[in-house]
């Protein structure tokens, strides 16, 4: 049963600026990730971007989200702080938010995190090993003890992120450096996941590691029927002596 509605948003500019980039996301990144989510059974995919009205994100559309994919890299100050406003309540109500990549600098990631979630980045063919050093994790059934990517961007510490909920990843890169590429948050009821890799010029969406990671975080991100807190004064449930 489709029981967990995924929006996939992108800025999708580079797939329009870019031959390259089409080449390897012909449908875009959306629709590539859109693609693979919806050979799961318990999945249903919608897409969203940013040139459409509202970009894709209405109140319709959030409401009816369980989990919301993020992509940007070029145009975040683009996205209007009144939808910025709008994911950020239904996270807080329990839709889950996966960020990947570049999203690190989307307005709505930093909102959350509540620092830069700045670090370091380089482009030049390098391989990185993503450890998994939370074995136990939902996020990271079905991988062996580490999976490498062959030619990726690379992301360094320091990341100016608060320190992760659940820590599920780190990368290694040829290079040398380290990077918190897995961080699981709790906000409000809702579950945020950053997952690193992701950059447009590399086929790093078709690989199956990164498919199977995206799809157990949509799995863990997926809103749960707890309880709805209560706050602010109430009467005691004992009698008080
Ligand atoms: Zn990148």
């Given at each position: 049963m489709k029981n967990i509605n995924v929006t996939v948003w992108n800025e999708n500019r580079h797939e329009k600026q870019s031959e390259e980039v089409r080449e390897l996301y012909p449908k875009g990144i959306h629709g590539a990730i859109a693609d693979?989510?919806?050979?799961?059974?318990?999945?249903?995919?919608?897409?969203?971007?940013?040139?459409?009205?509202?970009?894709?994100?209405t109140e319709d559309v959030l409401n009816t989200t369980d989990v919301l994919i993020w992509w940007g890299h070029v145009a975040h100050d683009e996205v209007d702080d009144?939808?910025?406003?709008r994911i950020y309540g239904r996270v807080l109500e329990g839709?889950?938010?996966?960020v990947l990549h570049s999203g690190h600098f989307s307005k709505i990631?930093?909102?959350?995190?509540?620092?830069?979630?700045?670090?370091?980045?380089?482009?030049?063919?390098?391989?990185?090993?993503?450890?998994?050093?939370?074995?136990?994790?939902?996020?990271?059934?079905?991988?062996?003890?580490?999976?490498?990517?062959?030619?990726?961007?690379m992301y360094g510490e320091r990341f100016d992120i608060p320190a992760p909920d659940e820590l599920v990843f780190i990368?290694?890169?040829?290079?040398?450096?380290v990077f918190r590429s897995g961080c699981c948050y709790y906000r409000g009821k809702g579950r945020v996941f950053y997952f690193r890799p992701g950059h447009e010029t590399y086929p790093i969406f078709h690989q199956a590691e990164v498919q199977r990671v995206i799809t157990n975080a949509v799995r863990w991100a997926a809103p749960v029927s707890g309880p709805t807190p209560q706050f602010g004064n109430v009467a005691p449930l004992e009698d008080i002596k």
């Open positions: 693979f989510l919806m050979k799961n059974v318990d999945i249903e995919t919608t897409t969203a971007t940013l040139d459409e009205p509202e970009h894709g994100l009144l939808i910025v406003d839709m889950g938010l996966i990631f930093k909102k959350l995190m509540g620092t830069t979630c700045n670090l370091k980045w380089r482009v030049v063919d390098e391989k990185e090993r993503l450890w998994v050093v939370e074995p136990g994790h939902p996020i990271a059934q079905g991988l062996g003890e580490y999976f490498e990517i062959p030619k990726a961007e990368s290694w890169f040829e290079g040398g450096e």
